[in-house]
């Protein structure tokens, strides 16, 4: 009976023993028990490769001597240039990477599995080189996109992720619009040495691939290079290589052309008509001011596309302000001519070193000597020396005379009671003799009985009344005369300085133009 037992349960364990092997030996496509499949061998594969490096742990380079260095290649693809923000100094592209290293535990051999030599492995599951931008100026935590590595038999790894790159970029706006930006990107191991990572170039190609790259609508690549640095910081003593790659974008002067220079230049227009506009004119001041607000407009909408924090303004900005300085200057020089023109008698002077720099050296210097007032020559009577002895004798004659002894008194001509006042020339009688003779008469007709002192004496009165009209009329004249020539000499000063004006802002257009836009290609 017992042998019988025994029997029975050696019968048993075979056929367990039997089913066991069954299991590990399942041919691909057949189904062995209730609830299992056969895998595929490129499953098994991937089964085992996870498997091991579950065993092992991701973490730690995959070396079987630590004092090896992992050897890895990378190459970074230009997809497209999204965005430079200038204000902000940030760099945005789309890039591809490839990133190629040798990895010992994901090496088999093909045969024991169906010929399989290479296969794809989710990246979170195996070893991955800690590669980072450094100038990034990205808030993200990971730059990388989710792949699939590609495994070779002989354990080499391909990963090739798409990321969006931030990088830190300084910005040269000085010829902004016409301006071309240089910009790096480097790339390295964070935590690994150079003995124990060593970075090089991908297919030994020092150069950003620009196969898949999609024009920009923005800018142009003019080149893009790559080298490799070994640095020493200051933390450690094992050098860190990198792989800095650099991209130079020249900008589209297209749009810019439209909202910026073109403006400009109408802009400039006007300006040269508002200093040939009369100093006087109102015309001038609100021509000015209104110019001086389109400048600054426009520099406000320049403001908004360049950074705050640059060490240099761009060229198109100090002609913006170029322009804003010379308007305010003919605009305030307007004003205080249109002040002194109307002002009336209170008109100061011009001081005679304004004069001497601004009627007679500058005037000279952008030929605008004839519209410098010119005093009066002196007339001839005032020249002459015979005719000034005349004169005087004809003043002593009229004038001086004694009062109760007449010089001369000559019979009436039209009656008892009229007389003359002989002259030295009886042909030349002027308006002062004519208007004394009437008034005369007119004395004489309303007094016909009064004697000659009395004649004589109400003559003295009436011309002493003319020499007093007469004086204020003078006085008069050549107080006007000398307010316009004041006005005339600060009209002067106006037209000079603002002809002078006028070539400083032809110059500095010619020269900000020659500067400002390319010269070459």
Known sequence: MCSTYTGVLLVLLCLLHLCNTNKHLAIPG???GKGNLALSHEKRLIKDLIDTYKEAGV????VKNSSEPISLKYGLGLVQILRLDEKNQVLTIRAWNRLIWTDYLLSWNSSDYGGVSEVRVPAKDIWRPDLVLYNYADDRLSEFRDALCVVSENGEVLWIPTSIFKSACSIDITNFPFDSQICHLKFGSWSYDGLKLDIDFYQDSPHISLTDYVPSNEW???AHPGRKNVIFYPCCTQPFPDLTFTVVIKRQVAFYSYILILPCVLLSLLTMVLFWLPPESPAKMQMGMNIFVAFFLLLLLLTDNTPPAAAAIPLIGAYYCLNMIM??????????????????????????????IVLVGLAR??????????DKPP???????????????IKAHEMKYNKYQPRELSSLTDSPCTYRVNQPNANNHNNHTHTSKNSIKENVDQSPDLSPIHLYQSLESDVKEIRRFIKTLIYKQRAQESLEKVRGEWRAV????????????TISIVVSLATMFPRGT
Not at 365 to 374: D, G, I, L
Not at 384 to 392: Q, V
């Open 379 to 393: 007339s001839q009577f005032e020249t002459d020396p015979r005719i000034r002895k005349e004169l005087k004798k």
């Open 494 to 505: 106006a037209l000079v300085l603002d002809r002078t004006f006028f070539c400083l802002y």
């Open 220 to 222: 142009d690549v003019l």
């Open 327 to 356: 308007i305010t200057l003919s605009t305030f020089l307007a004003v205080i001519v249109i002040h002194l023109y109307f002002r009336g008698p209170r008109t100061n002077k011009v001081p005679y070193w304004i004069k001497r």
């Open 365 to 374: 210097v952008v030929f605008m000597t004839n519209y410098v007032p010119k």
């Open 30 to 32: 057949s189904r062995v």
């Open 59 to 62: 973490t730690g380079r995959p």
